[in-house]
């Protein structure tokens, strides 16, 4: 059975930094896709970021690009999305999720951790 769990969450002030962890088991976390995804409530969710299976790759919505960086630790079994320069529009909750590299969507998903950004 599959289980991610985020955390690191919290409320910071803008212009501050967090770090998100995303521990996982199950399978072999190596062999996946990890991303992180974020929603506010009465809002669509977005995509943050990906990272491929060796963490060569990675993907940034314009957002957050040059202020947010995904990164893996395949010994760790984990993910993580360190966040700075963090703004008030970046208060959601953030999800990690996890898909096969022959799927077209994540299949996984963690149970999410707030994120909250006091001006």
């Known amino acids: 059975q599959v289980q991610l769990v985020e955390s690191g969450g919290g409320l910071v002030q803008a212009g501050g930094s967090l770090r998100l962890s995303c521990a996982a088991s199950?399978?072999?976390?190596?062999?996946?896709?990890m991303g992180w995804f974020r929603q506010v409530p009465g809002k669509d969710g977005e995509i943050v970021a990906t990272i491929n299976r060796s963490g060569v790759l990675t993907y940034y919505a314009g957002s957050v690009k040059g202020r947010f960086t995904i990164s893996r630790d395949n010994a760790k079994n984990t993910v993580y999305l360190q966040m700075n320069s963090l703004n008030v529009e970046d208060t959601a909750v953030y999800y990690c999720a996890q898909r096969g590299i022959f799927e077209t969507k994540f299949d996984s998903w963690g149970q999410g951790t707030q994120v909250t950004v006091s001006s």
């Open positions: 199950g399978r072999t976390f190596s062999t996946y896709i």
